[in-house]
């Protein structure tokens, strides 16, 4: 058996959670940069931000299908136990 501490994954799950909470901040950039939309004449058909949306759904597809992991949707995990959703922590 691997010590806890000198187990190989650990470096490679930090970058990744690194990753998920940049990726977090940058949305939040994202979503303010886009105030600027709602004064554009292209409105929801801006091809910019519909590729964009196609691309990210994509990836986001890809990811959750390899890793087996599941669909977030509006009241938190499909198909979660709602018992058990209150452990989780951000």
Request: glycine share 8%; charged share 25%.
């Amino acid at each position: 058996m691997i010590a806890v501490l000198n187990c190989p994954v650990i470096p490679y799950t930090r970058k990744v959670l690194d990753t998920a909470n940049q990726l977090e901040a940058d949305m939040k950039a994202l979503r303010k940069a886009m105030q600027a939309c709602k004064d554009c004449s292209a409105g929801l058909d801006c091809p910019i931000l519909r590729g964009f949306e196609h691309e990210f759904r994509q990836a986001l597809v890809q990811v959750t299908t390899e890793w087996g992991f599941a669909i977030v949707d509006g009241a938190g995990i499909a198909g979660e136990d709602p018992a058990l959703s209150g452990s989780r922590t951000k």
